[in-house]
C-alpha cells in the first residue's frame, strides 16, 4: 500500500501561482495512475487532473485546462501539480491520490493523501 503526503497549499491572491507536491512512501509512483482532486467546502471530490502509470499520458479538467500541469519525479517519488493563474473558484483542499487506472473518478483510486489547502483570495 502506498502512503501519500501532498505539500505545498497555501493562500494566493489571483492571478498567482502554486506547487503543490505529492510525496509517496511505500511504492513507487510509477506503479499507478496518479491523480490530483479537490474539495470546495460542501462539495464532492472533483477530478483536477492525471497522470498514466507510464507517464506518457495526462488529462485535465476543462476547468483549469491550460493553467494546471501535473508531473511526475520517479527518483524523488513525487508527483506535483503546478497551478498558474489561480482564480478564487480554485479554493478548495487538494488531494493526490493514486490507482490503478487511468481515470476522472474518486472511486476508481485506492489511496489518497490527506489533503492541503489552498485559498485564493479576490
Keep these: 500500500q502506498v502512503q501519500l503526503v501532498e505539500s505545498g497549499g497555501g493562500l494566493v491572491q489571483t492571478g498567482g501561482s502554486l506547487r503543490l507536491s505529492c510525496a509517496a512512501s511505500g511504492r513507487a509512483v ?3 495512475a496518479m491523480g490530483w482532486f479537490r474539495q470546495a467546502p460542501g462539495k ?15 488529462h485535465y479538467a476543462d476547468s483549469v485546462k491550460g493553467r494546471f500541469t501535473i508531473s ?27 490507482g490503478g487506472t487511468y481515470s476522472t473518478l474518486w472511486r476508481d483510486f485506492g489511496s489518497w493523501g490527506q489533503g492541503t489547502q489552498v485559498t485564493v483570495s479576490s
Design 30 to 32: 510509477i506503479d499507478y
Design 44 to 58: 464532492e471530490h472533483n477530478f483536477v487532473a492525471v497522470i498514466s502509470r507510464s507517464g506518457t499520458r495526462t
Design 72 to 98: 511526475r519525479d520517479s527518483a524523488k517519488n513525487t508527483v506535483d501539480l503546478q497551478m498558474n493563474s489561480l482564480k478564487p473558484e480554485d479554493t478548495a483542499v487538494y488531494y493526490c491520490a493514486a
